[in-house]
């Protein structure tokens, strides 16, 4: 009795910590799959294509992008329109995941509807490094700023550059991406 106790005791730890080992599988492979299908930072030094990117409210100037596999472009964005906009590179899910800590910005009245408190964000970013937004695939500009992105496109599909300020995404303020 005790020694069949003990086996099912035996097989049950076993088990979770094969589902253990699977889901920590699972979870890392598509982090990086998530990653791979975006490409990555670029270098300077191989940028192929400058593009300028003009943000009005709430659409992008161009608004469609046609890129080769592999070609690093440098998007120079510049803000001209009377509203907060952001220029970020990623794919469906990681605009839908992001959209939460842009409302969070603009909970903490860090994004505002036309400025954005950098002294705020920096003391924020302290506690949350969310609420700091400092991505290497994305720029957020108040009107009037400029910043460029240098990026490097692998072999990605599915790409969408597009502003995650609170209801901008939602009146589409999303630019097409084709890689080919
Ligand atoms: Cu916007």
Redesign the pocket.
Known sequence: MTHCLFKKKFIITVMKKIIFIISFFISTVSFADQNMKIGSKGNINDVSRVIKVK?F??YYEPNYFNIKAGETIKFEVENV?E????FNIANKMMHMKHQPEMAKMVENEILLADSIDKEKMKKMAKMDKAMGHSHSNSVLLAPKEKEDIIWKFDNAVNIEIA???PG??QVG?IAKVDIN
């Open positions: 943000m409210d709430n329109g509203l907060v906009h952001e502003c995650n300020v901008h995404y303020m």
